[in-house]
């Protein structure tokens, strides 16, 4: 498990932070939170102890049986429990060579799926952590986003009032110009609840009703765009399918070797009524397997082995396929940001400023200008789903190529 943690560099290139010294939460903060105290990692813990001690009993030999018996006392023979036939007798039960280690060996093969599990599990919380955190700074970006809008339709409103009173332009550009601003102030409220549910939803990961610290990352998109490791030899998801496998093929050798069963041996002393003579008592007992020779439990093993075995293929198929897709989306999610931030967005804002300069100089409508305003809104807007599809891509393929085992996270 400790390999997967030397990969924690490789998450840290797509992310720029603000400076540490600064009040508030960090993604790799809010991750290391969220591994101490979201219920599914003390779940996951206590599956694994729960695993360990059916190892250990699956080891432990039966106890031996201590027998006393009376015989021949009270009624018609007036003989005391003192003076009464009695038995002593011990027995043990014993098993055949292979069948305890065939226990053992099953009972590994389910401690072996606890721990894949857990790991798994610490793979979705990390991904989960990355996306919710994502998702809040998105929507933090949004509502400051909003807050230039706002601002902005204000000026212009300011611009096309002092138009309208020197006679320079109809008064109903004024009331295009008051509507685009009460359009601000509505998406600047709804921008507003979408940051406080986004900031709830994280919190809710490690149990809390509400974030109280400001985020210090920043949704940046990286220089390059960095090639993971797609070995999926290391990926706990496809080893849970393997190691179900080699459990349904333990549990198949123990099915077959209890056919045979076990086996009780006793010794004991038996001490007569009358004479008080003690005779040693010896003897074995063995089941026939004249009806029940385990042959339903050997058919459901061999079944449970072959649907192991499709569901490994079955797996193996979705992991490749769902690995190209997030490669794809990855990658066209990054160019397509990556153009938007150096050629689209540039463009637009030289636009915006143009036309605003133009309408003051009374060279352009305000038609103009609000769809000026409206394409560079509409450039960030793009921009930021852009950005955001890249991190969420990122982080999903993390998650699938086992990449994020860390106590950490970055974007």
């Known amino acids: 498990m400790f390999r997967y943690f030397s990969l924690f560099i490789l998450l840290a290139s797509p992310l720029c932070s603000a400076t540490s010294t600064a009040a508030g939460l960090s993604l790799f903060d809010a991750t290391q939170r969220v591994l101490a105290k979201n219920p599914q990692i003390a779940l996951s813990n206590a599956l694994e102890e729960a695993a360990s001690g059916r190892v250990v009993q699956a080891g432990v ?24 036939t009695t038995t002593f007798s011990l027995s043990q039960q014993f098993s055949l060579p292979g069948k305890r280690s065939a226990r053992q060996t099953l009972a590994e093969g389910e401690q072996a799926l606890a721990t894949l599990d857990s790991q798994a599990q610490r793979l979705r919380l990390i991904r989960l952590t990355r996306e919710r955190y994502i998702d809040a700074i998105a929507a933090q970006e949004k509502l400051a986003a909003s807050e230039q809008n706002l601002q902005l339709a204000r000026q212009t409103l300011d611009v096309v009032s002092a138009r309208v009173s020197a006679g320079k332009v109809s008064p109903i550009e ?16 709804l921008q507003q609840q979408w940051r406080q549910l986004a900031q709830r939803r994280l919190a809710a990961l490690w149990g809390e009703a509400k974030l109280t610290e400001s985020l210090l990352d920043e949704l940046v998109l990286p220089p390059t765009l960095s090639e993971l490791e797609t070995t999926n030899s290391k990926t706990p998801i496809l ?120 309408y003051q100089a009374g060279k352009f409508s305000l038609l103009d200008l609000l769809d000026a305003q409206r394409s560079l809104i509409e450039s960030q807007s793009l921009y930021l789903a852009a950005r955001l599809s890249f991190h969420q891509s990122d982080a999903a393929l993390n998650e699938l190529l086992g990449l994020a ?7």
Do not use: C, H
Not at 178 to 189: D, G, I, M, N, Y
Not at 242 to 268: I, N, W
Not at 273 to 282: Q, T
Not at 293 to 322: H, M, P, Y
């Open 405 to 411: 085992m860390s106590a950490g996270n970055t974007l």
């Open 239 to 358: 080893q849970l399918a393997d190691s179900r496998v080699q459990k349904e093929q333990a549990a198949l050798r123990l099915a077959q070797a209890e056919r045979v069963s076990d086996f009780t041996l006793m010794a004991g002393m038996k001490r007569e009524a009358g004479s008080r003579e003690e005779i040693l008592l010896v003897g074995v007992s063995i089941p026939i397997p004249l009806f029940n020779r385990n042959q339903g439990a050997v058919l459901s093993a061999k079944a449970n082995i072959a649907a192991a075995e499709a569901d490994q293929a079955l797996l193996n198929q979705e992991w490749r396929t769902q690995r190209d897709q997030l490669e794809t989306q990855r990658a066209a999610s990054f160019q397509e940001a990556a153009y938007l931030r150096d050629d689209v967005l540039r463009l637009a804002r030289e636009i915006a400023e143009a036309t605003r300069e133009g």
């Open 174 to 189: 004024q009331s295009r110009a008051t509507v685009a601003l009460k359009s601000a102030q509505r998406e600047l409220a």
């Open 61 to 84: 030999l039966p106890n031996p049986e201590l027998s006393y018996e009376l015989e021949d006392f009270s009624g018609d023979t007036n003989r005391s429990a003192s003076d009464a």
